[in-house]
């Protein structure tokens, strides 16, 4: 095996997290190695204005700040490489040497591996959901939105995310309909609140979904309440989806040990998994916080781990 052809840091995932690990990765000379995945730049680029992110008092907008992310990552020398990984072969030796296939069947072989591959939003499940996908059906507001200017929408969910999107849709569409399972929203009290104050969201609580109807595109939506067991039909042409995500961690399983829910386990207080040299950060660990900063913190601290183990083998 040629010695030049292993790196020493490889990391997976561009979103926050990704990005963090590789600006301390490249600051502390271990020309780390992206692969940016599907999304590149991860769940920001399909939001609007980020106002929670510490440093930007007027706030900024997501994919503007993910780009400058990727600047100050390639400035200290991270090569980015765009493609997703399609498998892996861990080693599970310390000092061992980790593989990494990409989708053009590249193989990558790397010292150590920072895990970033964030997390990607749910669906319903429905027959009619899956058909209707791009013909009214959308899990991203600020993608899609500008499609339904002026028409009625529905989107479904009761935490930050459906929060925020209903807001972002009640500023193009004519009406938003608010489709929340429980008596009340999980949503923080902030968001529900500027929710409730909108007068172009109807947030019709207790109501699910059963089917979403349609000819070539979508032109209504039945929905229940699940307290009176009362059917309604609502004229819509858009059905955003907005009820949380998966972590992205399906090619790790049987590898990295992970929750039920395919969050990879961190040792307490650290990026380490159960293999040795391969670190997790970012939303692909933590179902608890799931933000930006923290991602980004995270980031640091599997940059920082992965830095240390190498430092062993000097
Ligand atoms: P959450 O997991 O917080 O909320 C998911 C929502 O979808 C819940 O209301 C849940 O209902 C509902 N839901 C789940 N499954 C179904 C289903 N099958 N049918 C109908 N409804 C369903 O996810 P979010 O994506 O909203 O937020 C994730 C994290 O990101 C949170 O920590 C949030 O605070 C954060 N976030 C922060 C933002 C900000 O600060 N600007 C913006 C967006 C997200 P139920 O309550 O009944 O379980």
């Given at each position: 095996m040629n010695k030049e052809n292993i790196y020493n840091c490889l990391i997976i995932g561009s979103g926050p997290a990704g990005y963090t690990a590789a600006i301390y990765a490249s600051r502390a000379n271990l020309n780390p190695i992206m692969i940016e995945g599907l999304e590149p730049g991860g769940q920001l680029t399909t939001t609007t204005d980020v106002e929670n992110f510490p440093g930007y008092p007027e706030g900024i907008m997501g994919p503007e700040m993910m780009l400058d992310l990727k600047k100050q990552a390639e400035r200290f020398g991270t090569k980015i490489i765009s493609g997703m990984v399609k498998s892996v072969d861990f080693s599970k030796e310390k000092g061992g040497i980790h593989k990494i296939v990409s989708n053009n069947d590249t193989v990558y072989l790397s010292k150590t591996v920072i895990i970033s591959t964030g997390a990607s939003a749910k669906y319903l499940g429905l027959e009619s959901e899956k058909k209707y996908m791009g013909f009214g059906v959308s899990a991203c507001a600020v993608c899609d939105g500008f499609f339904f200017k002026g028409e009625d929408v529905v989107i479904?969910?009761?935490?930050?995310?459906?929060?925020?999107?209903?807001?972002?849709?009640?500023?193009?569409?004519?009406?938003?309909?608010?489709?929340?399972?429980?008596?009340?929203?999980?949503?923080?009290?902030?968001?529900?609140?500027?929710?409730?104050?909108?007068?172009?969201?109807?947030?019709?609580?207790?109501?699910?979904?059963?089917?979403?109807?349609?000819?070539?595109?979508?032109?209504?939506?039945?929905?229940?309440?699940?307290?009176?067991?009362?059917?309604?039909?609502?004229?819509?042409?858009?059905?955003?989806?907005?009820?949380?995500?998966?972590?992205?961690?399906?090619?790790?399983?049987?590898?990295?040990?992970?929750?039920?829910?395919?969050?990879?386990?961190?040792?307490?207080?650290?990026?380490?998994?159960?293999?040795?040299?391969?670190?997790?950060?970012?939303?692909?660990?933590?179902?608890?916080?799931?933000?930006?900063?923290?991602?980004?913190?995270?980031?640091?601290?599997?940059?920082?781990?992965?830095?240390?183990?190498?430092?062993?083998?000097?």
């Open positions: 479904v969910g009761g935490g930050d995310s459906a929060a925020e999107e209903a807001i972002y849709l009640s500023k193009l569409c004519n009406k938003v309909y608010l489709l929340v399972r429980k008596d009340k929203m999980r949503a923080s009290k902030i968001m529900a609140k500027r929710v409730m104050e909108n007068s172009k969201i109807e947030t019709l609580f207790n109501h699910e979904t059963i089917e979403i109807l349609g000819n070539e595109s979508v032109h209504s939506v039945k929905v229940l309440n699940n307290k009176t067991n009362k059917e309604i039909t609502i004229k819509a042409s858009g059905f955003f989806v907005a009820i949380g995500h998966k972590p992205n961690t399906d090619i790790f399983k049987g590898q990295i040990n992970t929750d039920d829910v395919g969050y990879i386990i961190t040792k307490p207080d650290s990026s380490l998994t159960n293999l040795p040299g391969v670190f997790a950060s970012g939303d692909a660990q933590d179902s608890i916080y799931r933000q930006a900063v923290t991602a980004a913190g995270s980031g640091c601290m599997a940059a920082l781990d992965a830095e240390r183990y190498l430092s062993e083998f000097e």
